[in-house]
């Protein structure tokens, strides 16, 4: 018969393999996920341009040169999908030791900063195709949309792609540096990257400083 002890190291070990099961499986998911989405964007994008490109331009009195906004939309959506996909398997590889303090403080600030620059991608998707479509249906039978409206959605997609794009770069700015310092940047101290340039820096000042206080003397 097995011990007590036998058991409960038994009961663990299952229980840590459904935990690493479970883990795996939602970084897995995620990672899936944007992937599909990527490809489906892409679809989507090149739809637009064969089909509704033209159409577009008819209904709004706009040179198809005019509209490279939305394309320009379109490839953001399709390249952050693609960055976002990895940090999945980024966060999956690198936090993998939950009972870590310092570990799970680094991944908290991770997942922020991949949070919101999910959450900023989802806005610009959904404008580039659900609402861009919207405006498209509400004024297909007039045949035209009203110049103000167009002009109103043009800023707003304009101004979406912008802030994405800075997201992901800050995101993909931050994976490269790692996270070891991320507590002392978001308490405003300097990061092991910056002291060094804030002393040199700081130094340098303070040499001129009495450089030129010796020449006023």
Known sequence: AKKTGEYDGET????????????????????????KAREKARKDAAQFEQESLDKLSDMTKTPTS??????????????????????????????????????????????????????????????????????????????LIPLERFQDFRKHLIGLTDVTHGSFDKLVAQLERGFEDMHKRYAGQPAADEAGSSAAAAANG???SRAAAAAAG
């Open 12 to 35: 663990r070990r299952r229980e840590n393999a459904k935990h690493s099961l479970e883990r795996y499986m939602h970084y897995f998911e995620r990672w899936d996920a944007h992937n």
């Open 66 to 143: 005019q509209l490279k906004f939305i394309k320009d939309a379109w490839r953001q959506v399709i390249e952050c999908r693609r960055i976002l996909k990895w940090t999945y398997a980024y966060g999956y590889y690198s936090f993998a030791d939950e009972e870590d303090a310092a570990m799970s403080q680094r991944r908290q600030f991770f997942e922020f900063l991949q949070g919101d620059a999910e959450r900023i991608l989802e806005q610009l998707h959904e404008w580039a195709e659900i609402r861009l479509r919207q405006l498209r249906d509400e004024f297909q039978e007039a045949g």
């Open 206 to 208: 303070a040499g001129g």
